[in-house]
């Protein structure tokens, strides 16, 4: 079955990750091991969205922990060096830490692999009863007709390859949150996705409301 696949592909994929990732460290200026570590964790996050989808954890109950988007945003630039991260002030929600770092990483892989991580930008801002998450990248943009299509699962870009499946569980993740996920882009200029979720204090004040009016 896919989870099964996918569960013999991350077992052995988190221990070669652990591996260059203590070569790294003994040798940061060692492009070859920087390339193969980028490679690694780039095979066992993929695995990780196979075994999402194959044990269908997205259609389970959320563990719903009050957080700041921006903290975890943050931590997921890190893994990416040379993302630049914007954030303006705290930006808390009700949400799963695994699930909402799962969507972020999901959406700055996507744009690193189209642009390369200088050119992408990730930021967060709270404003009122939303918190929007944006990832902009300055690579070659999606056409038209393909915008339609990015969040459909098993869907890949023309020249970009990958499995289709990480903007379609970012989607989903959004979605579970009551926020949304749109996109923009445009040929030779590059893309920005968007992530809109409900602020803690919208989230608590409309359970207020629910209970009021049970």
Same mark, same amino acid.
């Given at each position: 079955?896919?989870?099964?696949?996918?569960?013999?592909? @991350?077992?052995?994929?988190?221990?070669? =990750?652990?591996?260059?990732?203590?070569?790294? @460290?003994?040798?940061?200026?060692? =492009?070859?091991?920087?390339?193969?570590? =980028? @490679?690694?964790?780039e095979l066992l996050y993929t695995s990780k969205d196979l075994l999402t989808? @194959?044990?269908g954890e997205l259609e389970r109950s959320l563990d719903l922990q009050v957080l700041d988007l921006g903290r975890v945003a943050e931590r997921i630039a890190l893994e990416y060096p040379g993302v630049r991260f914007l954030a303006s002030g705290p930006a808390e929600v009700a949400g799963s830490p695994e699930r909402? /770092? *799962?969507l972020?990483?999901?959406?700055?892989?996507?744009?690193? *692999?189209?642009?390369? /991580?200088?050119?992408?930008?990730?930021?967060?801002?709270?404003?009122g009863r939303e918190v929007s998450l944006s990832v902009e990248d300055r690579g070659p943009g999606v056409p038209e007709e393909e915008l339609r299509h990015l969040f459909e699962?098993?869907?890949?870009?023309?020249?970009?390859?990958?499995?289709?499946?990480g903007l379609s569980i970012a989607r989903q993740i959004a979605h579970g949150h009551g926020g949304d996920? %749109?996109?923009?882009? %445009?040929? #030779?200029?590059?893309?920005?996705? %968007?992530?809109?979720?409900?602020?803690? #204090?919208? *989230?608590?004040?409309?359970?207020?409301? =629910?209970e009021a009016a049970v």
């Open positions: 079955s896919l989870a099964e696949i996918a569960h013999e592909l @991350a077992a052995p994929l988190t221990l070669v =990750a652990g591996h260059l990732e203590s070569l790294r @460290a003994r040798h940061p200026d060692d =492009a070859r091991l920087g390339a193969a570590q =980028a @490679a690694a964790n989808l @194959a044990r909402l /770092a *799962q972020v990483r999901n959406l700055v892989r996507n744009a690193v *692999q189209a642009a390369g /991580a200088e050119e992408v930008t990730l930021a967060v801002e709270a404003s699962r098993f869907y890949t870009k023309r020249k970009q390859g990958g499995t289709g499946v996920i %749109t996109v923009t882009s %445009t040929v #030779g200029v590059g893309t920005c996705f %968007t992530v809109s979720l409900p602020s803690l #204090g919208a *989230q608590l004040e409309g359970e207020d409301l =629910a």
